[in-house]
């Protein structure tokens, strides 16, 4: 027969048995879990250049010249710590004194995230290998049958990932001119679709010129109220001064050629738009902000959040402006005065097109939201 003592201490044995192993479930479960999280994270922001499966061949990383992205999946790889990875993810290559083609992140996550982010890395090795969901892609979806039809023709606005950006702010955004001229004739902005992998381009509506013009006078209602041309007061594109230091800033800096091109069929990664024409279609306020915070103004943007100063921003701006000679003289042209019958015509053209089946309508203010 045990003695009391001895009991105790089985019994204690026994109960720190039981927490170890409900313990180590639990960090298992939630290792799991993190890792689905990080799996997402990636296939949105970071497989445009590692690949998806991480093997460093995504569809931007021939556009890298003589960088080539790291190859997740090797054993080599495999020998960095957990630290050492979230270093890397946080801060981008200059932060540890490797390719500034790598973007550095911790403007755009949580700290939580980029824990996800490395469990996730942590199991693309043969080793760690986890079976995760795969990520469906547009062109995909008509495999399935009739249900996924309703990615584009649901007859709602509340969607759980936009396949087009929110059309709420265009008033704020686009050129009138330019809008008129895309809405008649659509073009794929962005080479890999307004989601990346996605593929995504707008349909050719054939809008006749009244069509067109009603649409435009409708979408330039639509105004992000933290978007404000004061923020350019003073500034001048034209001086060579401020042309070179965004120049520099661009190229050295942020190594903002990795996802764009410059110029069509020119060097640069095909991520984002090509940027040629950019400030002819956009207003320079809004790509001001949009520089300073792109998560404020569209919250799932896979462009890094590089925390650039106004002056900064000011600088790569005049850079922009000048890719193109016509650019300026955009930027000079008035709006032209809208008509309440046109815009109530755009207004009906919006809702008879199931324009909410794709884009989000909301007009937030980016700025409001951005400081709560």
Known sequence: MLGSNETASKLTFFLLVVYLSLFAAASSARAEADAREGKHLFRHYCA??????????????????????????????????????????EGGGAAVDISYYMPPWGGVFSEDQMDSLVAYLRTLSEENGMPLPETVRLPDLGVEGDARCLVCHARTTDLLRPIAPNIGHEGSKWRPEALLKFLRQPEKLRPNGFSPF?????????????????????????????VS?????????????????????????????????????????????ELSDAMMRIRPEWVFYWLKNPQAMRPDSPMPNFKMSDEQTRSILAYLMNLNESAPQAMAVSDRPM????????KRIVESKNCGGCHKIDSYNSQLRNSQ
């Open 48 to 89: 445009v250049c590692h690949g998806d499966s991480g093997k460093g061949n995504g569809i931007n990383a021939d556009q890298l010249g003589d960088v080539h992205p790291t190859d997740l999946t090797t054993s080599e790889f495999d020998k960095y710590s957990d630290e050492e990875i979230f270093e890397v993810i």
């Open 198 to 226: 996605s593929k995504a381009k707008m349909p050719q509506f054939f809008f006749s010129e009244a069509e067109g013009a009603a649409l435009v006078d409708y979408l330039m209602t639509l105004k992000d109220k933290g």
């Open 339 to 346: 008509d309440a019958e046109r815009i109530d015509k755009g």
């Open 229 to 273: 041309s004061s923020v350019l007061k003073g500034w001048d594109p034209s001086d060579p001064e401020e042309i070179e230091k965004g120049q520099i800033i661009f190229e050295e800096d942020y190594a903002c050629d990795g996802c764009h091109k410059r110029e069509p069929g020119g060097e640069g990664g095909i991520v984002g738009p």
